[in-house]
């Protein structure tokens, strides 16, 4: 086990360090910036379906169901399909609206999760395309679609899933842009320079890692905190779901994700000097909201910890403390801002003696209901 676990005390910090090579692996034979070529083999003999569908439905469990959220933004923002993202638990028993022309991706690392399976063939029996974004070669979920595309991230053994979370962004990433490129909602020069973008994301992640030292001083600081508020919007709104559920997979502290802007319709009224908010601030279209949502959380004594863009010196005024990571263009953000997230949970749950691999009353893949 310890070769296995690469010199690393904890599978799940291996995993976490290896993301700038799982998605490089991810993108490797697909993507071809400097020719602007990205193929996805899987997506080939369906592209029409793509293209055509009246809407795409998304369906996942856990994590995977957050990277669907992101896909969400992705598929809109360029490609201009309607996106529905579903529990795979609660499509299946909704008796949902599903036509021949819907386009269902479901999302799983293990590609064993029951939900997950059920809420797919209850698609497929109403004529859906179902297409698979797994990461365990041979596993049910990718038997059982009609395509797919693996993420390849390699074999995630940490129950609370981080390589994997970021490759399945990144396949649903080159799905949206081929999808935006094929329908014409993205322009040619734009889409060469979103492929250059994303090629350089790995790069990115080994610099967002550099935190790591950082990250572990904050949780010295909040480690025995009982409660955690994290705030996103836009594309970091996903990635605050999942900051808070890595949290409380791992250290078994309570926390909540929500969209900033909801703050005020409830979760403000939890803010006081005991409550650490991680705010998702980096330079993009939301950004001055965001800046104002911080404000009213110091303005109650609340403590913030911020991931901000690299050079951001707003923020940084105002945060008790904040976690850079690189620029990048806002569709990719959630790629870096959740190494952060993914780095404090880790530390926070090994400071307070919690089973970081094995969580208690978890399982890696979830085969019953
Ligand atoms: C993630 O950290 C969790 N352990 C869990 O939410 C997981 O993402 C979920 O059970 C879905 O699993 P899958 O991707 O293997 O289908």
Same mark, same amino acid.
């Given at each position: 086990?310890?070769?296995?676990? &690469?010199?690393?005390?904890?599978?799940?910090?291996?995993?976490?360090?290896? %993301?700038?090579?799982?998605?490089?692996?991810?993108?490797?034979?697909?993507?071809?910036?400097?020719?602007?070529?990205?193929?996805?083999?899987?997506?080939?003999?369906?592209?029409?379906?793509?293209?055509?569908?009246?809407?795409?439905?998304?369906?996942?469990?856990?994590?995977?169901?957050?990277?669907?959220?992101? !896909?969400?933004?992705?598929?809109?923002?360029?490609?201009?399909?309607?996106?529905?993202?579903?529990?795979? *638990?609660?499509?299946?028993?909704?008796?949902?609206?599903?036509?021949?022309?819907?386009?269902?991706?479901?999302?799983?690392?293990? &590609?064993?999760?029951?939900?997950?399976?059920? !809420?797919?063939?209850?698609?497929? *029996?109403?004529?859906?395309?179902?297409? @698979?974004?797994?990461?365990?070669? @041979?596993?049910?979920?990718?038997?059982?679609?009609?395509?797919?595309?693996?993420?390849?991230?390699?074999?995630?053994? =940490?129950?609370?899933?981080?390589?994997?979370?970021?490759?399945?962004?990144?396949?649903?990433?080159?799905?949206?842009?081929?999808?935006?490129?094929?329908? &014409?909602?993205?322009?040619?020069?734009?889409?060469?320079?979103?492929?250059?973008?994303?090629?350089?994301?790995?790069?990115?992640?080994?610099?967002?890692?550099?935190?790591?030292?950082?990250?572990?001083?904050?949780?010295?600081?909040?480690?025995?905190?009982?409660?955690?508020?994290?705030?996103?919007? =836009?594309?970091?709104?996903?990635?605050?779901?999942?900051?808070?559920?890595?949290?409380?997979?791992?250290?078994?502290?309570?926390?909540? =994700?929500?969209?900033?802007?909801?703050?005020?319709?409830?979760?403000?009224?939890?803010?006081?000097?005991?409550?650490?908010?991680?705010?998702?601030?980096?330079?993009?279209? *939301?950004?001055?909201?965001?800046?104002?949502?911080? %404000?009213?959380?110091?303005?109650?004594?609340?403590?913030?910890?911020?991931?901000?863009?690299? &050079?951001?010196?707003?923020?940084?005024?105002?945060?008790?403390?904040?976690?850079?990571?690189?620029?990048?263009?806002?569709?990719?953000?959630?790629?870096?801002?959740?190494?952060?997230?993914?780095?404090?949970?880790?530390?926070?749950?090994?400071?307070?003696?919690?089973?970081?691999?094995?969580?208690?009353?978890?399982?890696?893949?979830?085969?019953?209901?």
């Amino acid at each position: 086990e310890a070769i296995e676990k &690469g010199g690393y005390e904890h599978f799940m910090l291996k995993e976490i360090n290896e %993301q700038p090579k799982s998605i490089a692996d991810c993108m490797r034979g697909r993507l071809d910036a400097k020719n602007g070529r990205l193929v996805l083999g899987g997506l080939r003999d369906y592209m029409n379906k793509f293209q055509n569908a009246d809407r795409i439905i998304i369906t996942a469990c856990g994590t995977s169901w957050h990277a669907g959220l992101v !896909a969400e933004y992705l598929f809109e923002e360029f490609a201009r399909i309607p996106v529905e993202v579903e529990y795979a *638990s609660e499509f299946r028993y909704r008796n949902p609206v599903i036509s021949e022309k819907d386009f269902v991706i479901a999302i799983s690392q293990s &590609g064993e999760t029951a939900d997950t399976l059920a !809420a797919i063939e209850l698609a497929k *029996s109403k004529g859906a395309t179902i297409f @698979g974004v797994c990461n365990v070669v @041979g596993s049910s979920i990718a038997r059982a679609t009609h395509a797919g595309c693996y993420t390849h991230a390699g074999p995630e053994i =940490g129950v609370a899933s981080t390589k994997a979370f970021t490759a399945q962004i990144s396949v649903l990433t080159m799905m949206a842009l081929m999808l935006g490129y094929q329908r &014409g909602t993205l322009t040619e020069s734009k889409y060469v320079q979103l492929l250059n973008e994303l090629e350089g994301i790995p790069a990115k992640v080994e610099r967002a890692l550099t935190m790591n030292d950082n990250v572990e001083k904050i949780a010295a600081i909040y480690k025995d905190s009982r409660n955690f508020l994290y705030l996103g919007r =836009g594309y970091n709104f996903p990635v605050a779901l999942e900051g808070a559920l890595k949290l409380k997979e791992i250290s078994y502290i309570h926390a909540e =994700g929500y969209p900033a802007a909801e703050m005020k319709h409830g979760p403000i009224a939890l803010i006081d000097e005991e409550m650490p908010v991680v705010f998702i601030a980096t330079k993009d279209t *939301s950004y001055e909201k965001v800046v104002s949502n911080i %404000q009213e959380v110091k303005a109650r004594k609340g403590k913030i910890i911020a991931v901000v863009t690299e &050079g951001d010196t707003v923020v940084r005024g105002m945060a008790d403390h904040v976690l850079e990571v690189p620029d990048t263009a806002e569709a990719f953000v959630p790629l870096l801002s959740v190494i952060p997230l993914q780095q404090l949970s880790y530390h926070i749950a090994v400071m307070r003696g919690c089973n970081v691999d094995q969580p208690r009353n978890l399982a890696k893949s979830v085969t019953v209901e």
